[in-house]
């Protein structure tokens, strides 16, 4: 089988602020992110990481003039257009999310939050849905609320939603940062065993390099570099391949 | 994501938040359903009322004022005018009493009034005419009789300074009621009043047996008459047609014009009432449904996060109002129906009659004009919710 290119980017840039050192510029010369590639994008607070993971996820614009393109779909030229609904459209059936504080649905169930990007992107797989609940630990709650539930199970749950509808890649924000740390263990082992088993792409954002380091994650750390006009560059590339 | 999908996130929504939905609909109910009672009000009055002037008879009565001489060619020709629905002459008043007197020596004096087939006053009431040697009492005189059912009915002249009385045997075969007529009288067949009238001027009347002196020959001529028009509307016209023959006539045109004039009034009041109630609904629905996106803000950006399109965001809220519009509809419309039957029982006039009512057609039409409004307030939060941006759900911390 050939290798799947999920994400292709070509000089992406996005700046923040105008003035000086209140300026700052994410960079990313070439990157490409290939099928179920794990990749960790690590730095500290304020390096651009969480920039770089929203333009992955589809929710942020790039600056004009670089190449973004998600399977073959050019995401710059979708921002450019304003065509959100096909953004919309495309963050449905390709990308999973996993957000730092479990980001479910309060008003629906858990069965209800899981069944969501299945209903989004007309790709429903019910005993998909089964077994991850089953392999989360999570199957005798799917008839509570979100609020019923600990944080832990919370953030199993949206581990589930993420992959339920079987989306080419799984972005994931912090995902174990609110969890003390034997279920941050836990719940990391799972996910990526649960991505590696769907051939997911997992992108995550992290601050804690040894942890995604010891998951077997390759990281994408951010150089930071003062700009010649005294606000700062900030490059993510791969350093091995 | 289908339609039917969005409306059932909204519903899961809806019902997650049960107490604000509840507020909601009572909050529409409390605007619609004193609305609909308003108009049922209105709707009820001016229609009993009039159905009530569709109903007399007396309403559609032209009578003559002063008197002329009018003559049965005359009549023959009144009958043919296009709106004449019944026409009888009248004698002349003062011969046109007569004292009745029952077996028991009850008696009273009486007006004779003409009467003939197709009589519209005793026709409303159910009341058959008189034929010869029969008569219909009026109530007062009915009373005033007890129950007799034969009368002697006597006519008194006077002549050489001596009194002089006719008597004539009458059966009574009906009664017509207080509405129809509330003085002492007596509905008799025409010929009977044109006998008395003769007995008064001493002529002889020998159908009767009544002695006197010959009438001479020639037309008799009528002081007046009884006239009715066949339809309210033929009211005016047939006035107007009399009129040009140099007829001065009394018509109930009045009470015509007043319920007309009310009707209109109304209407102008309850659209000030509902225009003000509407927009002061659509101003709070509005802003209701501008409060409910901001607080679902966090649950509307993570939809569109995992790919609600923006016809979804905007169908959110909508369906939502749709739901509201349609428990406060059907909770204004048990408060109506309860509201107005309480109103019927209070203020009954008259079997079948209804002061508040709503015709189906009326609760269709509050029910769709309800829905517009609401969906037209809940255009506002739809609006903004498609402002939400994917982002603002990715970092809800």
């Known amino acids: 089988m050939a290798v799947t290119t999920v994400y292709r980017l070509r000089d992406v840039r996005r700046s ?21 590639e794990r990749l960790a994008l690590v730095g500290p607070s304020g390096c651009g990481k969480s920039t770089l993971l929203d333009m992955l996820a589809l929710v942020l614009a790039p600056d004009a003039g670089g190449e973004l393109h ?124 649960l991505a590696a088993e769907s051939a997911t792409t997992l992108i995550l954002a992290s601050h804690d390099r040894a942890l995604v380091e010891r998951y077997g994650l390759e990281v994408l750390a951010a150089q930071l570099a003062p700009a010649s006009d005294g606000g700062i560059v900030s490059r993510f590339e791969r350093t091995r391949r | ?86 026409v009888v002459p009248r004698t002349r008043q003062i011969a046109a009493t007569a004292e009745l007197r029952s077996a028991d020596g009850r008696a009273v004096i009486v007006e004779l009034i003409p009467t003939a087939a197709g009589d519209p006053l005793l026709a409303r009431y159910g009341v058959a005419e008189p034929g010869g040697g029969q008569l219909v009492l009026s109530q007062p005189a009915a009373e005033k009789l007890g129950a007799a059912t034969t009368l002697d ?48 001027d001493g002529y002889a009347v020998p159908a009767l047996g009544w002695p006197g002196l010959d009438k001479p020959a020639g037309a008799r001529q009528y002081p007046g008459f009884r006239l009715y028009a066949g339809t309210l509307d033929d009211v005016a016209p047939l006035r107007a047609q009399l009129v040009a023959r140099g007829l001065e006539v009394l018509t109930q045109a009045d009470a015509i014009d007043n319920v007309k004039r009310l009707a209109r009034n109304l209407d102008i009041l309850f659209a000030a009432i509902a225009g003000l109630g509407g927009i002061g609904y659509l101003a709070a629905a509005g802003a209701a449904s501008l409060a409910a996106v901001e607080r679902k803000r966090r649950e509307l950006s993570l939809l569109r ?31 109506y129906f309860g509201a107005s039957a309480g109103l019927n029982l209070l203020f009954a006039t008259a079997p079948g009659e209804q002061l508040c009512r709503l015709l189906p057609l009326h609760a269709l039409a509050a029910v769709a004009l309800t829905l517009g409004t609401v969906a037209l307030a809940a255009l506002a939060g739809g609006l903004r919710a498609t402002r939400i941006e994917p982002s603002e759900g990715w970092r809800d911390v």
Request: proline share 5%; hydrophobic share 50%.
């Open chain 1, 16 to 36: 923040r602020g105008t003035l000086g050192d209140t300026r700052f510029v994410l960079q990313v010369p070439a990157l490409d992110i290939a099928r179920g």
């Open chain 1, 70 to 193: 998600l399977l073959n779909n050019d995401i710059g030229a979708l921002w450019q257009l304003k065509r959100a609904d096909a953004l919309a459209a495309l963050r449905a059936r390709h990308l999973g999310y996993v957000l730092q504080t479990g980001g479910l649905l309060g008003f629906l169930d858990v069965r209800g939050n899981i069944a969501l990007p299945g209903q989004l992107s007309g790709r429903a797989d019910a005993a998909w849905v089964t077994r991850l609940a089953e392999r989360l630990g999570i199957s005798r709650h799917l008839d509570k609320h979100p609020a019923a539930l600990s944080v832990g199970e919370r953030q199993r749950v949206a581990i589930a939603r993420a992959l339920a509808h079987r989306p080419a890649v799984v972005l994931a924000d912090e995902p174990t940062a609110s969890l003390d740390p034997l279920s941050a263990q836990t719940v990391m082992q799972l996910f990526i065993d």
């Open chain 2, 1 to 86: 994501m289908s339609t039917a999908r969005v409306f059932g996130l909204a519903w899961a929504d809806y019902r997650a938040e049960a107490r604000l939905s509840l507020c909601a609909v009572l909050g529409l109910a409390a605007v619609l359903a004193p609305l609909l009672v308003l108009f049922g009000l209105k709707f009820g009055l001016v229609t009993t009322l009039t159905e009530r002037l569709l109903n007399d008879p007396r309403t559609r009565e032209l009578i003559p004022i002063g008197s002329g001489r009018y003559t049965p060619a005359w009549f023959d020709e009144l009958r043919t005018w296009p709106g004449v629905a019944f």
């Open chain 2, 153 to 200: 009915a006597s006519i008194g002249r006077s002549r050489a300074g001596r009194e002089e009385y006719a008597h004539a045997v009458l059966n009574v075969i009906g009664t017509a009621p207080l509405a129809a007529f509330d003085r002492d009288a007596a509905f008799v067949p025409l010929p009977l009043l044109e006998a008395a009238e003769d007995y008064r």
């Open chain 2, 305 to 335: 996060l995992l790919g609600l399109p923006t016809r979804g965001l905007l169908l959110f809220p909508l369906a939502q109002a749709l739901y509201t519009a349609f428990a406060g509809c059907l909770l204004a419309l048990a408060l």
